[in-house]
């Protein structure tokens, strides 16, 4: 008959030895998951309130701005001397205003056709009626607004327009519009000066999602360039939770938060990062179990071998005196007070009754 092949199977040593690895791997693993699934949850909080607190110290700054201008706009066009609609009576009001706000480049006034009327420079009179910020006020909007391209300077400029009430006996509907057009100098400044962290920046559209400032100019291939397939902007409506997605190869987090004015601003930063010291504390943590888990494998080796060893002799002394033999060999772990020790001694015993048992047979034989 064919000889059957001998299965594999664990001895002693071996069970011992991953038994000893399992009860001290897997409460270490599940320690390193818990604490670092904890870790990674409350730094992901920790960065994003980051995120949101510079953005609403940014979005306070630009509504400031803004806010400050329509107070500006909306007292000036409440005056008899613009209520008149009369260009020599305006004139000297909307030349003071741009006098008095430096940022303003061009104030001036038109009738409901949008006819320019009067006009704080020298230039000729304008149409105006196709205008986006015109025709907003004419339908019924408190502010009309545009981000255009100024003529002089060749960056985003703000216009802001407010309704002009001649008459009470006029009611909702406008005399004229009253406008003032702003360069975005300072708005500019604001947003490109805020750093967060080594790669953070900033971000600002207007309503219809065209660049007003951004953090890193150079990444900016023409003015008033449309970011609507922004991942953050295509994202803002759950901007509850920090935004992740991946921008030139690199994974990027970001939170957005509106303006007054419906103009979104962006923060962002790098995954690496903003996320730096949750990264180091896993390799840390990573490290550190592996260290571990090399202890626990020396420890369960060295306790491995001591258990295992003395069965394994006691089993081959066992085996030679099933075989007839190997009465004079030593016990060994006979001193062991253990249950190695008793099994030592229980065969220590065995031997000695056997070998008086044969010694007998051979005498009355």
């Known amino acids: 008959m064919a000889e059957k092949k001998t299965r594999f199977a664990l001895k002693i040593f071996h069970k011992i030895l991953l038994t000893m690895i399992a009860v001290a791997g897997i409460p270490l693993g599940g320690l390193l998951y818990i604490s670092g699934y904890q870790l990674e949850q409350d730094w992901r909080r920790n960065v994003h309130l980051n995120l949101a607190l510079t953005a609403e110290g940014l979005v306070g700054k630009v509504n400031g701005w803004t806010d400050m201008n329509l107070r500006v706009l909306r007292e000036a066009a409440l005056l008899p001397a613009i209520a008149s609609m009369d260009p020599a009576q305006q004139k000297p009001v909307l030349k003071a205003i741009q006098s008095t706000y430096e940022w303003s480049y061009l104030v001036f006034t038109t009738n409901r056709d949008g006819g320019n009327i009067s006009r704080s420079d020298d230039n000729p009179p304008q149409s105006y009626g196709d205008r986006n910020y015109f025709k907003q006020v004419l339908e019924g909007k408190p502010v009309g607004q545009e981000v255009v391209i100024g003529r002089t300077t060749q960056k985003p400029a703000l216009i802001l327009a407010g309704p002009i009430r001649a008459t009470a006996?006029?009611?909702?509907?406008?005399?004229?519009?009253?406008?003032?057009?702003?360069?975005?100098?300072?708005?500019?400044?604001?947003?490109?000066?805020?750093?967060?962290?080594?790669?953070?920046?900033?971000?600002?559209?207007?309503?219809?999602?065209?660049?007003?400032?951004?953090?890193?100019?150079?990444?900016?291939?023409?003015?008033?360039?449309?970011?609507?397939?922004?991942?953050?902007?295509?994202?803002?409506?759950?901007?509850?939770?920090?935004?992740?997605?991946?921008?030139?190869?690199?994974?990027?987090?970001?939170?957005?938060?509106?303006?007054?004015?419906?103009?979104?601003?962006?923060?962002?930063?790098?995954?690496?990062?903003?996320?730096?010291?949750?990264?180091?504390?896993?390799?840390?943590?990573?490290?550190?179990?592996?260290?571990?888990?090399?202890?626990?494998?020396?420890?369960?080796?060295?306790?491995?071998?001591?258990?295992?060893?003395?069965?394994?002799?006691?089993?081959?002394?066992?085996?030679?005196?099933?075989l007839g033999g190997g009465f004079d060999q030593k016990i060994v772990g006979t001193e062991r007070r253990d249950e190695i020790g008793a099994l030592a001694r229980a065969i220590e015993r065995m031997t000695v009754s056997i070998k008086i048992a044969l010694d007998r047979l051979r005498k009355t034989s």
């Open 169 to 322: 006996a006029t009611g909702s509907t406008p005399a004229g519009v009253m406008a003032m057009a702003m360069h975005l100098v300072d708005v500019s400044a604001v947003v490109t000066g805020v750093k967060v962290g080594q790669t953070g920046f900033a971000i600002l559209v207007d309503q219809n999602n065209k660049v007003i400032a951004h953090g890193k100019p150079e990444r900016i291939a023409q003015a008033l360039q449309d970011f609507s397939s922004h991942p953050a902007l295509q994202a803002r409506e759950t901007a509850q939770e920090p935004i992740f997605y991946e921008e030139e190869g690199r994974r990027v987090v970001a939170h957005t938060q509106k303006t007054n004015l419906g103009w979104t601003l962006i923060i962002q930063q790098n995954y690496d990062d903003a996320f730096a010291p949750l990264l180091e504390a896993r390799r840390n943590a990573w490290i550190l179990i592996a260290l571990s888990l090399v202890l626990v494998l020396g420890v369960a080796y060295v306790l491995s071998r001591q258990l295992a060893s003395p069965i394994w002799k006691l089993t081959t002394i066992a085996e030679n005196i099933s």
